[in-house]
């Protein structure tokens, strides 16, 4: 028994050993395992990876400018257009704006209607453009090119992107000549508009001389060209998607007198014969636009629209024929107001001039701020010598309106009734709303005659010198002011002008007679 109790004593030990061999062991095995770890960086913490801060790999998001600064930048890009006929007779003008670093302009077709020539102001300097690059007649599109010198253009960013319903846009152009103007508004709508196909709808308002104007997102890129409104809608503008644009391709050397031209292959893409009539009616082609308005009659007889460009395509040629067309225009559509004013027109090539009175006042019964009625009413009664009654209509048409033509003709109204102060009143106010306007120059200076204002009237001449250098009309007044402010040599100078200018004998001839009459009194004083 003892034997066997020492027998089990050693096996117990023996166990005993060996289990506190296996955990030295292992206590081993933990201690070299943490001693490796410890030489390798600590983990991350938990919210780092929750935010996930890796770098981005990902392109910037660009930053969006405030809008005073977005504007002060896009500005050095928007240009001023001015158009002349071959005479040099301002025309019209318009929006556009460089979109490369070649000096490429885009703006709308129509700014160029009739042109021969056209201006660019551009940052304070003026670009003369007399050639085109391309156009789209449908979309309404003109590429031009300005300046053949290396210049550092800068072109606005183009929108790779369809714009949103509801997203806001800029638009930044010239309306009625006012530069830089700025509008906001949003994207109220895309739709699809015959011929222009997809255009955007916006809220920011397009007046006359903000055709071409770049509409601009945000982030100043641009994702329209300003095109067109209705008139008959409340704020109903639209843009053309840029988009559009970039199929425009270059082709040099093209007069501009071509630019708003349209060949056989752009008449196919029209589908009525009335649309083919408007396009080549758009593009002065008075002689072709006719027989596709013959053909629309034929086929839509009450067509009142088909009459109406009809007659003022056959003025040019057959006066009697084109009176006829304006009035069948009036008997299907008795509201139509300009085939009233185009028949007025009509009668007064024809020297018809109670009959021309009788349709701008049916005109003016329908709207009563008709512009063009107005002015060419009150024109007519001048033309009569009823002063007063030119006055009367032509206060009505200042009062609503503010155009320069309506005040000049005010003032020679005034001036024929020796009302002075306010002839000269009237015409500042027709050289304050468009300072290229020469005729008021005249008007005004003859006015400061008149009263005697002699150093007014210099000033006045200098200043319309430097917008018609060779005008005689000018050259004639600035002699007869330099006479009444008794400085003989300044007259004899504007003589001597008036004596190399074409055209100008009976004013050379006036001046000369002013001049000796001048001498002959200070002979015998």
């Known amino acids: 028994m003892q034997f066997q109790r020492k027998s089990y004593e050693k096996r117990r030990k023996r166990i005993g050993t060996i289990i506190i061999s296996i955990i030295f062991v292992i206590i081993l095995v933990y201690w070299f395992i943490n001693k490796s770890n410890s030489k390798k960086k600590e983990p991350e913490p938990l919210y780092e990876k929750k935010l996930n801060l890796k770098p981005n790999t990902s392109k910037p998001i660009k930053k969006i400018l405030n809008l005073p600064d977005m504007i002060k930048e896009v500005q050095k890009s928007i240009a001023l257009i001015s158009t002349f006929d071959k005479n040099g007779n301002a025309l019209g003008q318009g929006t556009g704006f460089i979109i490369n670093s070649k000096g490429y302009v885009v703006s709308n077709l129509h700014v160029f209607r009739g042109a021969e020539k056209a201006q660019i102001k551009l940052n304070h300097k003026v670009y003369s453009v007399d050639q085109f690059l ?98 008959k809608g409340q704020n109903l503008n639209f843009a053309i998607p840029i988009s559009k644009v970039k199929k425009l391709i270059s082709d040099k050397n093209k007069k501009l007198a071509r630019l708003y031209s349209i060949n056989d292959e752009e008449l196919k893409t029209f589908n009525t014969n009335f649309n083919k009539g408007l396009a080549l009616f758009e593009t002065k082609d008075y002689e072709n636009a006719i027989k596709y308005f013959k053909e629309e009659i034929k086929d839509n007889p009450q067509n009142a629209k088909a009459y109406f460009y009809l007659g003022v395509c056959l003025r040019k040629n057959h006066l009697t024929d084109s009176i006829e067309q304006l009035k069948q225009a009036i008997y299907l559509d008795t509201e139509y107001i300009e085939a009233y004013y185009e028949l007025g027109v009509t009668y007064i090539i024809l020297n018809m001039q109670k009959e021309s009175i009788d349709s701008f006042k049916k005109a003016l019964s329908i709207d009563p701020n008709h512009e063009n009625s107005l002015i060419k009413l009150g024109a007519t009664y001048i033309y009569l010598q009823r002063y007063k009654s030119a006055i009367k209509i032509l206060e009505h048409a200042t009062d609503y309106l503010n155009n320069a033509k309506a005040y000049y003709l005010l003032g020679i109204s005034y001036a024929s009734l020796s009302k002075n102060r306010k002839a000269i009143f009237a015409f500042k106010n027709a050289i304050e709303l468009d300072q290229d306007y020469i005729e008021p120059y005249l008007g005004l200076a003859t006015s400061y005659i008149v009263v005697q204002n002699w150093n007014r009237g210099i000033s006045l001449m200098n200043k319309a010198i430097l917008i018609e250098p060779d005008n005689p009309n000018i050259h004639f007044l600035l002699g007869i002011l330099h006479l009444g402010n008794e400085d003989i040599q300044s007259a004899e100078l504007e003589l001597k002008i008036l004596q190399k200018i074409k055209n100008s004998y009976k004013l050379k001839n006036k001046l000369s007679s002013a001049i000796n009459k001048y001498k002959y009194q200070k002979r015998y004083q």
């Not at 606005?156 to 309306?175: A, F, H, T």
């Not at 009625?176 to 509008?183: D, Q």
């Not at 007046?207 to 994702?223: A, C, T, W």
């Open 134 to 231: 391309d156009k789209d007649n449908k979309n309404d599109l003109a590429l031009l090119k300005i300046g053949n010198k290396k210049t550092d253009w800068k072109p606005l960013k183009i929108s790779n992107k369809i714009p949103s319903v509801g997203e806001k846009v800029i638009v930044i152009g010239n309306p009625l000549g006012l530069e830089y103007t700025v509008s906001d508004g949003i994207v109220s709508a895309k739709r699809e508009i015959k011929p222009f196909g997809k255009v955007i709808q916006i809220t920011s308002p397009i007046s006359p001389g903000s055709s071409g104007s770049p509409v601009l997102n945000v982030r100043g890129e641009v994702i329209g060209v300003a095109t067109f409104q209705m008139i």
